[in-house]
């Protein structure tokens, strides 16, 4: 059966808790934490870039309560976050939005991109979007804290970038490649739902 193909984060979404269920958010929360605590600066409003299902969100508020507004460009992985943070009473608002283009109705304290959002970013220009429109969204004096994948990271640890999984009678089996070339990193997904068959293709810089 030919693969139906869809956006990255569509159909993956009814399973990425499952995908990244080795990460431990409340580890990340702390650390980032920490970061804060060292620039002395008085924190209450956050901003979540590339917040997907909500996980480090609500592990983070757990060092406030913030001000947290999230943002996803994928509708589905949003869904799921505000299902999450119904059924957890958590105060964060999730909103759609692709952080190269987006706008703050109020400006926060702390914006955070992390598990390789920036990598997604195939072009400099859109670093460039990235990087104006948080400067907008922030207050002044205020701290954008990101991260991102290297070579290394592709290079090194190639043998863990393939799995497979399930939830929810939804599953997937996930095959990862890294060009040295053009050092792009694709994943690509088959997830099955019921009888059909889809695919993601991931790529990152």
Not at 5 to 10: A, E, N, Q, V, W
Not at 40 to 58: D, M, Q, Y
Not at 151 to 159: G, L
Request: aromatic content about 14%; glycine content about 4%.
């Amino acid at each position: 059966m030919d693969a139906e193909t869809r956006p990255p984060y569509s159909v993956l979404a009814a399973v990425y808790d499952v995908v990244m269920e080795h990460v431990d958010y409340d580890i990340w929360a702390e650390y980032v934490h920490e970061l804060l605590q060292m620039h002395r600066h008085p924190f209450t409003s956050v901003l979540e870039l590339g917040s997907g299902t909500g996980s480090f969100a609500f592990a983070f508020q757990e060092w406030g309560p913030y001000d947290f507004v999230a943002i996803d460009a994928s509708p589905q992985m949003t869904e799921v976050a505000r299902r999450k943070a119904e059924m957890y009473n958590a105060k964060v608002q999730f909103e759609v939005a692709d952080f190269t283009n987006f706008r703050l109705e109020h400006p926060v304290d702390f914006a955070v991109l992390l598990y390789d959002g920036l990598n997604y970013l195939l072009l400099e220009e859109q670093v460039r979007d990235l990087f104006r429109c948080v400067h907008a969204a922030l207050k002044p004096g205020s701290l954008f804290l990101f991260d991102q994948c290297t070579p290394a990271n592709s290079i090194n640890n190639a043998d863990f970038f393939g799995d497979e999984g399930e939830a929810e009678g939804v599953t997937y089996v996930r095959k990862s490649h890294y060009d040295v070339e053009t050092m792009l990193h694709t994943t690509a997904f088959d997830i099955t739902v019921g009888d059909a068959v889809f695919s993601e293709t991931h790529v990152e810089r």
